[in-house]
Nanobody
Framework: QVQLVESGGGLVQPGGSLRLSCAAS????????MGWYRQAPGKQRELVAS???????NYTDSVKGRFTISRDNARNTVFLQMNSLKSEGTAVYSC???????????WGQGTQVTVSS
């Protein structure tokens, strides 16, 4: 089992920055592929960024060059640095942990990000 707790959301003006954190408890954090997802009102949840245990990263096209995902295995934490935020970035952001060999997927409760002037 892995428990995930997100933090760092809030209200930010367009063009601003936020850094989201996802703290994991449980064993073997380093073997999990971690991802950040978001769900805007009235829209389906989408994958924003992911990072493998070997730190290979992947981003959805709309955030490339503005968002950076990273992980600190010593702290059991994954981060999402979001720069140059746009109003369409308003959503609930959730982190996700996927076991590499089993069909185990864990979710956090999410953190609200609102981009508005």
């Amino acid at each position: 089992q892995v428990q995930l707790v997100e933090s760092g959301g809030g209200l930010v003006q367009p063009g601003g920055s936020l850094r989201l954190s996802c703290a994991a408890s449980g064993s073997s954090f380093s073997i999990y592929k971690m991802g950040w997802y978001r769900q805007a009102p009235g829209k389906q949840r989408e994958l924003v960024a992911s990072i493998t245990p070997g730190t290979t990263t992947n981003y959805t096209d709309s955030v490339k060059g503005r968002f950076t995902i990273s992980r600190d295995n010593a702290r059991n934490t994954v981060f999402l640095q979001m720069n140059s935020l746009k109003s369409e970035g308003t959503a609930v952001y959730s982190c996700n942990a996927a076991h590499p060999f089993r069909s185990w997927v864990f979710w956090g409760q999410g953190t609200q990000v609102t981009v508005s002037s």
